[in-house]
């Protein structure tokens, strides 16, 4: 990556929380508890008061590719192959290498799987944000990308205003944000397909270039606060659509609490079943899509039918835990206190611009109207800090959300809910006891690199802390294996005797891990043979 694109990659992720800070943390501080730490707020998950075991002893990380990218999402077939997209607008087929064997991201970087870069918006706070596989992709090759784009630059990037009477704004007195109109840039969902490129999709090394259809297309009053993450409900199947409150800060015009916008909220959509040009009109959609029947706001004529949960600022990096698909989990960055992970139900109504996180949050100017505190009944955070505690420079902080850890890699991590904060370069996690009950507790451990790692890694002088730079995302594979998507490159979490750390439960795995073994996916009775033996030893220790 050239230093201008490297730089402009670093500013994305600086202004996605509309904050100022002089200088930022290339690494983690080396002061972390051992204990799990209580959320500071009483208000945060419901009740802290509960013992668990001890958290990690720390997490060993192997760097297996450079580059910064911002999402990797597994192949739909199952094997050891994955999507990597940057925020340019560029995807690319890879492999994967097994875990320890020294192997590294495998790909040509000279031919991408597909290339929008003409199409992209690509400055500080815009790009390619997210790629998504519809759930039957190995049959009908159907995939969706969202992006930003410009309209002055881009003629195929035009669409209604998200600012206009029915939210009570009026884009005519907004005037220019950095020398951008209202508007004049725009969040868009696109659907693309391998067909025509191989005999079926399995096979496809490149996606066609054209885009099929325009699903969604949304113009945004202010230059910042779009996210525009898209992923597929594993038990659903529909398409939702993290959307940010579109504000540079403060949310003047109370996007996400105002029922009739789109902002600040989570939507689900059905891409399956489209929509005719007069349902499109009468029903005021925003593209090609159809609302599910069971969206909560359906049959509501205050609130629009696309949304599936309001109340958030920007939302960032969500995803459903593949043991349980009910437990959808997303980071919300704040803006000058709070952090927070909110666990998504439908319908719920997480707080912003009334909360920022537990805490009331009082907007500096508001042309747009409030909303009472006793007017809402919302969800608060099941884990979160302040700014005052991330072990960062300057103050600023920004939540970057995660995974359960569902890999049998590091058994001692199984079943936590793995996240970080962009500046900090924290190893944190979540721990829910008793499961399902929706109450967590926070740890920051230790973490290293491991020094047999197929590509080095850079550390602090004098310390076994490594430089990650900023942590933009996590991916999770087709192993469950979890991966860090830093601006110094992709790291891979693995096995913690590797890094010295005490895993008594790796003892069952360790030299089963250690034969040597196909790319391919393990035989499912082996995952079982696995799990089972995990299982036993968990109820030992």
């Not at 799990?36 to 998950?45: A, T």
């Not at 009570?168 to 951008?180: H, M």
């Not at 399902?436 to 550390?459: E, H, M, W, Y």
Request: charged residues 20%; aromatic residues 12%; hydrophobic residues 30%.
């Amino acid at each position: 990556m050239s230093s201008s694109l490297h730089t402009l990659f670093l500013s994305f992720f600086i202004s996605h929380i509309l904050k100022s800070s002089s200088s930022y943390p290339f690494a983690a501080r080396s002061r972390m508890p051992s204990e799990f730490e209580p959320l500071s707020r009483d208000r945060v998950g419901k009740g802290l008061g509960f013992s668990i075991s001890k958290p990690p002893k720390g997490l060993c990380l192997e760097k297996i590719g450079d580059g910064a990218y911002l999402d990797m999402v597994p192949h739909p077939d199952g094997s050891n192959r994955a999507f990597l997209a940057n925020l340019q607008g560029k995807v690319w087929l890879v492999s994967i290498p097994d875990e320890g064997s020294n192997g590294i991201l495998e790909f040509d970087e000279s031919k991408p799987f597909l290339d929008i870069s003409d199409c992209v918006l690509f400055d500080s706070g815009h790009g390619l944000m997210g790629i998504a596989f519809h759930p039957n992709f190995t049959q009908n090759g159907r995939f969706f990308l969202s992006y930003c784009c410009d309209q002055t630059k881009n003629p195929n990037c035009s669409g209604r205003c998200s600012c206009d009477s029915d939210v009570n704004c009026d884009p005519s007195k907004l005037g220019f944000d950095d020398g951008v109109l209202p508007c004049q840039y725009h969040v868009v969902v696109a659907e693309f397909t391998v067909n025509g490129t191989a005999s079926e999709p399995t096979l496809a090394e490149s996606a066609n270039p054209l885009e099929v259809r325009r699903i969604f297309t949304m113009g945004v009053p202010y230059r910042g606060g779009h996210a525009g993450q898209i992923l597929f409900g594993p038990a659903d199947g529909y398409l939702y659509l993290m959307l940010a409150d579109g504000s540079d800060g403060d949310d003047p015009y109370n996007f996400a609490q105002n029922k009739r916008s789109l902002l600040g909220k989570i939507l689900r959509i059905d891409v399956d079943n489209l929509p005719s040009t007069r349902k499109i009109k009468d029903q005021g959609l925003w593209g090609n899509y159809c609302i599910p029947r069971d969206n909560p706001y359906l049959d509501d004529k205050e609130l629009e039918p696309e949304i599936f949960a309001l109340g958030f600022r920007d939302p960032w990096r969500c995803s459903f835990d593949s043991k349980r698909p009910s437990y959808f989990l997303c980071g919300d960055s704040g803006q000058d206190q709070y952090e927070e992970i909110d666990m998504v139900k439908k319908g719920g109504n997480y707080g912003w611009r009334v909360y920022e996180g537990p805490l009331l949050f009082q907007p500096s100017e508001s042309p747009g109207g409030n909303t009472s505190a006793s007017s809402i009944h919302p969800i608060f955070p099941v884990l979160g800090y302040t700014h005052s505690e991330i072990d960062n420079i300057g103050g600023s902080a920004s939540v970057v959300g995660g995974y359960f850890y569902r890999s049998m890699t590091d058994p001692c991590m199984y079943g936590r809910y793995l996240y970080t904060d962009l500046y900090a370069g924290s190893v944190l996690i979540g721990a829910e006891s008793p499961e399902g009950s929706g109450n967590f507790t926070r740890a920051k451990i230790p973490f290293t690199c491991a020094p047999d790692s197929s590509q080095q890694c850079s550390f602090v002088k004098g310390s076994s802390i490594p430089v990650l730079g900023y942590v933009f995302s996590f991916a999770e594979d087709n192993r469950k294996d979890i991966y860090y998507l830093t601006s110094t490159g992709v790291y891979r979490v693995t096995r913690p005797r590797r890094c010295g750390y005490l895993c008594p439960k790796e003892k069952a795995v360790v030299s089963e891990y250690d034969k040597p073994h196909s790319s391919s996916s393990f035989p499912e009775d082996f995952d079982f043979l696995l799990l089972l033996v995990f299982l036993i030893l968990h109820s030992v220790f």
